[in-house]
């Protein structure tokens, strides 16, 4: 089983024990977070998107730790004109596993198509 959730503006595809770099979160580490914003679920070939997140679906992530990613360098050149600018930058990130997926199959509304292979 997987899903597709979307935190940070970014979409992750992610199954129970994934380890994920997501945008940096003002939450502690040791702590969990429910992601409800859930895009789409496949459960044994199974498949149920959201309109546009599936109701009842939610992801439970424990945060690891924070981090910077590493350093990368943003150098500005302008040929024949003595311009030069050199900026570095390290992205923060927060380290999560994903501890459980929930959601209600028991649910009407939850109706699972069969994957196209």
Known sequence: MYVIME?????YRVQEGDILDIEKLSIAAGQTLDVERVLMINQDGQVQFGTPYVSG????????????????IVF???????????????QQFTKVIV?????DAQKPELNLKKEVS
Do not use: D
């Open 99 to 103: 501890k459980s997926i929930e959601f």
């Open 76 to 90: 500005k050149y302008k040929a024949k004109k003595n311009y030069r600018r050199k900026q570095g930058h390290r």
């Open 57 to 72: 679906a939610k992801v439970v992530l424990e945060v690891a730790h924070h981090g910077k990613g590493r350093k990368i």
């Open 7 to 11: 935190t940070g503006g970014k979409q």
